[in-house]
Structures are given as structure tokens and as C-alpha cells.
């Protein structure tokens, strides 16, 4: 249907992915975070322990470095007695849906917004600029606090308000590269045999944003993450007794005088997991090209 | 210029009053806010009491507009749980964020900016691979966890900071290393990026041409134009250092602005919420109009554009 005048096409595909295999930070940070996601998805079968089944007779025990360690829980247990490998194991999980989660909520209210000012500038433009900018004077970690705490804190809540926080640099990205396309011949080519504004803003525009978007969403994802994390930490995220990292430190933090491992493991997985998010980012934006930079 | 800056003023305006609606609007989100102060343990006559008290009877518009009238005049509403004015509560805690907040945004700017230049001069040499290494790991460690990890260090094993308040200035040093480090990372992409850019431009390699000496040509030609985007981007981490700081100051028990919204939120003290939200939303506008100002002032280009 489309005319394809210098439109970038599926052939490219190749060349990308050989382009993306030559790039550390996606071979690195992609092949880490598969790893993560692996352990996520198949973490009944990784870790065998229920991670939260209490056992208040084996509780505090250390990891397998330290003395008095037991082979049954090799990283030891928490407060309650709860195995500290499978809680690491399916905090994966929550890690990484609600950073995923919030991606996609934020993508498509930031898209949306993007393509729509992008495309038909104007008061639309203004209108949505606006918005942009108010969005952008929110202090994000209060705001997102004060959410969760006057709806409820749940998983959902948390991903929702996040993701209503966590759509500006999706709207901001998705303006700039839709009025560079907006004027290209390939728009007007689909616009002149009379394609409806809609059809060419979604079938020929939108299509066109993937590398930009996708370089987006793995920001907000480990921006999610983290927020996540700082919110669950504060007490106003996950509730317990749900494996979250940030929770995790939380709880650990009564006994960081003396067993500080219950923060350093969980931090570190959230360090590695946020680590390889940003890698595989930058690694994209470099091989996408100039509109997502 | 004076265009400009009148266009730019108007928007902050319009951006504060949608502002105002939003952190007056939040607290109205779980329904009823005369049941969220009340608690769970109150009773419906407790919360006919607060709902008497504080007005939620009235019409909604009503109550903003009044409450505007309040904010306008200095009046930010009265806490629930210290029954005083928030203005008082948030003034005595407003202090400690600002001083921790600026000491954060100098010593990140202190970092970022000459690690930025030697990263651009040197170009994919070890200098640059290290400051952005540095930077990579800066933007995937939690700020919390640092901060726990370092209490643990150097609170606990070795002993050389206290590990919880601002009694003294130790109390600083671990917060404002942490907060720094927080915003570091940004700050020092840019820098480095801009540098690149102007670095190859035209009037850098005139300017080396006609035999300027190499540091004369970075901070006089290259620094000065390399600057725009670091100006924007400090108001931005500086609002984001302030609101950051929620986080932080909780870990380190400091008693700044952050830690009573925090606790605030926990008792269901929601005007004090409100009043933070609104404080920190109203600092970051006039950071960035003023950011945008000074833009204008030391590029003429910008000045012509649309605000």
C-alpha cells in the first residue's frame, strides 16, 4: 500500500541485527538481562524453596560464606526464615513485570501524545507541550508515594501510577522524530492516494518509531525498577510477604548492624538487572541511528 | 529578549496553576480524603468531624479556590497531626533539604563537569572509557542501597561518619556523596556530548588554527557553547536532587523537607503532603524558566524560538 519512497524497510533488519551483535553493550547488557529473564520465568524450577514459607527455627541463617552456613539455604534465610535464594529468585519477577508493565503504559500514553503533537502541531502541539511540561514539574517520587498510598498499594496501583508518571521522554522522543517524518515523501506519497490521517499517523509514521521507542522503553523500564525498589523500600510499594529487592532491603535493614548481607544481595541483583536494562539501551541507541539520539 | 521572557514567565504561570490543581486534586483520589485523616481505626463520626473541620462538605471548587487564596497569602493549611500551620512545620524542615540539595548539586557539577571535558578531549581513551563507566554504574545503583552500603562501611565497620542524622557536619558527608553521585552521571553526558559536538566545530578549529593555546581554546571557545544543554540540565537535576532527597533522607534519618513528606504520607497528614508537592512542583518550574532565561541570555539563537 505504502509508496516506500526512502522508507527504512525490513531488508534493513539483517544489517541491524548483524550491527547489533558487533555491539557490546547489547551483547553484554542483552545477554545478562536474558539470563535475568530466564531465571524469572522459570523460577520454580531454579529455586525449590517456597519464598515465603516462614520457619522462625532457622532464621538469620548466613550465606554459604560465612560460618554456621547450611547447605539447604545457600544464600541463608531472613528475618522470618524465609529462604533468601528463592526470594532473590522471584523477586526477579516482580522486578521485571512491573518495569515491563510500566512500559507499556507509559509507551502508550507517551506515543500517543508524541505522534499526535508531532504530527499535527498547532494547539494540539501546544496543548500536549503543556501537558509535557507539567508532567515534567511533578516531583515523581512524592507523587507516586502519595498514589500508592491514598489507592491502595498493590501491584496493579503500583504499575498504574507509574506508568502515568513514566510516559513524558516516550511523548518528548516520539514529537521530535514525527515532525521529522511528518514532511518526508513516503507521508505525503501515502497521504496524496488518499490515505486518511489516522492510516498514515499509525501505518506509516508509527512503524517508523520503532528503534526510537524501543530506546525509550528500556530507560523507563530501569527507571521503573528502581522507582520500584526506592517506593517498595519506603514501605509504599509491593506488600509483603511478596519477594520485592526493595522490600528486601527494607527488611534487612533492621539487622544491617550485624547481618549486612540481607541488603548487599538484593541491592546487587538490583544493580545487575538495572545495569544490563541501560546497556542493552545504549547499545540500541547507538546501532538505531541518529533520530533516537 | 523581553519577549521571551514574558512568553516563558506566562507558561511557568499557566504550568503552576495546573500544578496547584493537581496537588490540590491528589488527596481527593482515594475518595474521600475525611476518612483517609481519620484513619482506619476512626469512626464515622470521627471523619464527620475532620470532613466539618477542614470543609471537604463544600463544593470542591470552593475548597481550591480557597485554598489557593491560602497558599497565595503564605497560609498553606494546618497539619492534622501537629495541629499548626504547615507553613511553620515545612519552614523549620525546609533548611536541611536546601543546604543537602545544593551541597549535592555542587559536588556533582564539581565532578561531572572537568570529567566531561577530559572525556570528550580524549576520546575513547582510558580517561574516557573510565568516567563513563563511572557514570553507567552511577545510573544503575539504587541511591538507597548506596547509601545503606556506605552506612555499613563507614558507619558501621569503620566508624568515621555517624550513621543516622545531622547532628554534626559528618552527618552530611554520606548523603551528599550519595545524592552526588545520583546526579553525576547525567550531568557528565552532557557535558561530554556537547563537548564532542563543539568541539568539532568550525570556530574551535579556527581558533587553534590562529594558535590559541589548548586550554584557552576549551574554556573561553569550546566550554562556553559546550555549556547550553548543562544549564538546562542542572535546573532539572536540581528539582530532581529536591524531590530525590524523599528517599535519601529517610535512609540517613535526616530531618529535611523529604522525611516529613514521607512520615507525613504514613499518617495520613495530607495537607502537609499537598504543601511539599506543591513546593517542590513550584521550585522546579521557576528553576527551568530561569534555566531557559539564561539560555536565552548567552544564546541568541534561542530567543527567537517559540518558548
Known amino acids: 500500500m505504502s509508496l516506500a519512497i526512502e522508507t527504512p524497510t525490513r531488508s534493513n533488519a539483517g544489517r541491524l541485527a548483524r550491527r547489533a551483535l558487533r555491539n557490546t553493550g547489547v551483547v553484554v547488557g542483552g545477554g545478562l538481562l536474558l539470563v535475568i529473564v530466564l531465571v524469572a520465568v522459570f523460577a520454580p524450577l531454579i529455586a525449590h524453596a517456597d519464598p515465603t514459607a516462614q520457619n522462625l527455627a532457622a532464621r538469620l541463617l548466613p550465606p554459604f560464606w560465612m560460618d554456621r552456613s547450611v547447605p539447604e539455604h545457600f544464600l541463608g534465610t531472613d528475618h522470618l526464615g524465609r529462604d533468601y535464594f528463592a526470594r532473590l529468585v522471584y523477586g526477579a519477577r516482580v522486578s521485571l513485570g512491573v518495569g515491563l508493565g510500566v512500559a507499556a503504559v507509559g509507551g502508550l500514553i507517551g506515543v500517543t501524545l508524541g505522534l499526535f503533537a508531532g504530527y499535527f502541531g498547532g494547539w494540539v502541539d501546544m496543548v500536549i507541550s503543556f501537558v509535557i511540561t507539567t508532567r515534567l514539574a511533578l516531583p515523581i517520587v512524592l507523587v507516586a508515594l502519595a498514589a500508592v498510598a491514598l489507592g491502595g498499594a498493590s501491584l496493579t496501583t503500583l504499575v498504574l501510577v507509574l506508568g ?33 490521517e489516522i492510516g498514515v499517523l499509525f501505518g506509516e509514521i508509527l512503524p517508523n518509531l520503532r528503534g526510537a521507542v524501543i530506546v525509550v522503553a528500556t530507560l523507563e523500564v530501569a527507571n521503573a525498577i528502581l522507582l520500584e525498589a526506592a517506593l517498595s523500600f519506603l514501605g509504599l510499594g509491593v506488600r509483603p510477604p511478596t519477594p520485592s529487592w526493595g522490600l528486601m532491603i527494607a527488611e534487612g535493614r533492621e539487622n544491617i548492624l550485624f547481618d549486612p548481607w540481607l541488603i548487599a544481595l538484593p541491592g546487587s541483583c538490583l544493580c545487575v538487572l538495572v545495569l544490563a536494562v541501560n546497556l542493552l539501551g545504549d547499545g540500541l541507541r547507538d546501532i538505531t541511528g541518529p533520530v533516537t539520539r | 529578549m523581553l519577549g521571551f521572557v514574558v512568553r516563558r514567565l506566562t507558561v511557568a504561570l499557566l504550568v503552576a496553576v495546573a500544578v496547584s490543581w493537581l496537588s490540590f486534586g491528589l488527596i481527593f483520589m482515594a475518595g474521600d480524603p475525611a476518612i483517609a485523616i481519620a484513619g482506619s481505626g476512626g469512626s464515622a463520626a470521627d471523619a464527620a468531624a475532620v470532613r466539618e473541620a477542614y470543609g471537604f462538605d463544600r463544593p470542591i471548587v470552593v475548597q481550591y479556590l480557597d485554598w489557593v487564596t491560602g497558599v497565595l497569602g503564605g497560609d498553606l493549611g494546618r497539619s492534622v497531626y501537629f495541629n499548626m500551620p504547615v507553613s511553620e512545620i515545612v519552614a523549620a524542615r525546609v533548611k536541611v533539604t536546601l543546604l543537602l540539595g545544593f551541597l549535592s548539586f555542587a559536588l556533582a557539577l564539581l565532578v561531572a563537569v572537568p570529567l566531561g571535558v577530559v572525556a570528550a578531549m580524549f576520546r575513547n581513551s582510558i580517561v574516557d572509557r573510565l568516567a563513563l563507566g563511572f557514570a553507567v554504574l552511577g545510573q544503575a545503583i539504587p541511591s538507597f542501597w548506596l547509601g545503606l552500603m556506605l552506612i555499613v562501611v563507614f558507619g ?106 514521607w512520615e507525613s504520607l504514613l499518617r495520613s497528614d495530607l495537607p502537609v503532603v499537598q504543601a511539599i508537592i506543591l513546593i517542590l512542583a513550584l521550585i522546579y518550574v521557576a528553576l527551568t524558566t530561569l534555566s531557559d532565561v539564561i539560555n536565552a541570555l548567552l544564546d541568541p539563537r534561542i530567543r527567537g524560538r517559540r518558548a
Not at chain 2, 168 to 191: E, Q
Not at chain 2, 208 to 230: E, M, S
Open chain 1, 164 to 196: 502515568l508518571l513514566l510516559w513524558d521522554r516516550f511523548a518528548v522522543v516520539t514529537r521530535a522524530a514525527t515532525q521529522s517524518l511528518a514532511n518526508r515523501d513516503f507521508v505525503a506519497g501515502s497521504r496524496a492516494i488518499g490515505r486518511a
Open chain 2, 156 to 261: 558501621v565497620w569503620y566508624g568515621i561518619v555517624p550513621i543516622s542524622g545531622t547532628d554534626t557536619w559528618r552527618g552530611y558527608i554520606l548523603p551528599v556523596l550519595v545524592l552526588s553521585y545520583y546526579a553525576m552521571p547525567a550531568m557528565m553526558r552532557v557535558t561530554r556530548s556537547g563537548m564532542i559536538d563543539v568541539l568539532d566545530a568550525d570556530y574551535v578549529r579556527t581558533a587553534r588554527a590562529k594558535g590559541l593555546p589548548g586550554w584557552l581554546v576549551i574554556t573561553r571557545h569550546a566550554l562556553r557553547n559546550a555549556v547550553l544543554p548543562l544549564i538546562s540540565l542542572s535546573a532539572v537535576q536540581l528539582g530532581v536532587l529536591l524531590s530525590g532527597s524523599i528517599v535519601i533522607e529517610s535512609v540517613f534519618a535526616v530531618n529535611g523537607m523529604g522525611r516529613l513528606a
